[in-house]
């Protein structure tokens, strides 16, 4: 795959840092990257259902568990990338890569957290801790189901976006909705499914979902993960490459 746009997240970030993260790396250097979004520029023998040129966002995990970026699978901080069967989602002609590269973790964890997990539905009173890349876009996704959401988030100017969000109220800490009746409470941690990258295309498809994006070009990732280290960031850094459309 041609990698268009490659998102950086805070998992990076720890992978860098931490020296506890190293067992995923077995051999260096490495590429790392695992939000990606492209163009397929060459295919497997035997391979009669996905065509050179289709536009594709990558789930990070495949079915047996392996993540793009880790271990002997590098991942979309370079211009190409390896990518199978499990793990390519058709990319609709009016999801730009940006997006398209966003939604493969922010957008798939946060709409997994929210659907999958925790069975979201019209009129539920709903909790989401954390509106940053994945809280903002689980949020969203939650009010764009009728539900009745509440947000806790520690940067005020992130709480300023309530209403962008669709949020009933928000505030500093998740303590001060105790007496609403919170049904879900979502805080997000793991991967979804590559479904679920699937239903986020439909909702940016369709207009309803649209997070805010900090574009920026390869050269830029360091600065963008020195800023992610400092913190206050808003939004999600996506890298796009110079043909990217």
Not at 80 to 106: C, I, S, W, Y
Not at 109 to 123: N, R, S
Not at 214 to 235: F, S, W, Y
Request: charged share 25%; net charge negative; glycine share 14%.
């Amino acid at each position: 795959m041609d990698v268009k746009a490659a998102g950086i997240c805070h998992s990076d970030v720890s992978a860098i840092d931490d020296a506890g993260w190293m067992p995923l790396f077995p051999e260096l250097p490495h590429t790392m990257g695992h939000e990606n979004a492209g163009v397929i520029s060459a295919v497997g023998e035997g391979m009669d259902h996905w065509q050179v040129g289709d536009r594709v966002g990558l789930a990070p995990m495949n079915s047996k568990g392996e993540a793009i970026g880790y271990h002997s699978w590098e991942g979309g901080f370079g211009p190409k990338l390896r990518a199978t069967d499990d793990n390519l989602v058709k990319l609709p002609d009016e999801v730009p890569f940006d997006l398209g590269a966003m939604a493969t973790d922010a957008g798939l964890t946060a709409y997994h957290a929210v659907v999958a997990k925790g069975g979201v539905k019209k009129g539920m009173k709903v909790g989401i801790i954390g509106l940053g890349g994945l809280g903002y876009i689980g949020a969203k996704v939650a009010s764009l189901m009728g539900a009745e959401v509440y947000g806790a988030e520690v940067n005020p100017k992130t709480r300023e976006l309530k209403d962008e969000m669709g949020l009933t109220a928000v505030a500093e800490s998740i303590l001060e909705f105790e007496d609403v009746g919170l049904e879900l409470v979502v805080d997000y941690a793991g991967f979804g499914t590559k479904e679920d990258l699937a239903g986020i295309y439909e909702l940016i498809q369709r207009g309803e979902l649209n997070p805010p994006i900090n574009h920026i070009t390869q050269a830029d990732m360091p600065d963008a993960i020195e800023k992610l280290r400092e913190g206050g960031v808003i939004g999600r850094y996506i890298a796009m490459y110079d043909d990217a459309k």
